[in-house]
């Protein structure tokens, strides 16, 4: 993934990935984007955004799978990054079973 900062990515890991290895981790960058988006503080969002820049967390979020973001998490990031109106919201990734 174009501009994710391995040491921003690796410290992000070892504190929102905590069962795998950082290393481990790394492998999924996008992964550890999503749970920093939904789980993060406001300190970590803050270091996040600065390091991958809104483009990346736009691509993060169209490929979420279900599950990676809470339905506030998944409203404010929409409104965050410009990507919904008022009471616009997509809906979040569901599962389908075939």
């Known amino acids: ?12 890991a070892s504190k929102y990935i905590w069962w795998k ?8 960058p996008e992964r550890i984007i999503a749970q920093v988006m939904d789980r993060g503080d406001y300190g ?6 600065a390091a991958v820049g ?7 979020l169209a490929r979420a799978q279900a599950g990676q973001f809470s ?3 998944w409203a404010y990031w929409h ?3 410009g990507l919904a109106k008022v009471d616009c919201v997509p809906p979040l990734p569901a599962r389908v079973f075939p």
């Open 1 to 12: 993934m174009i501009g994710v900062v391995p040491e921003i990515m690796k410290l992000m």
């Open 21 to 28: 290895s950082p290393d481990e981790a790394l492998a999924m």
């Open 44 to 49: 970590d969002v803050q270091r996040l955004v």
């Open 54 to 60: 809104n483009d990346v967390l736009r691509d993060v």
């Open 71 to 73: 339905a506030r998490s």
């Open 79 to 81: 409104y965050r990054l």
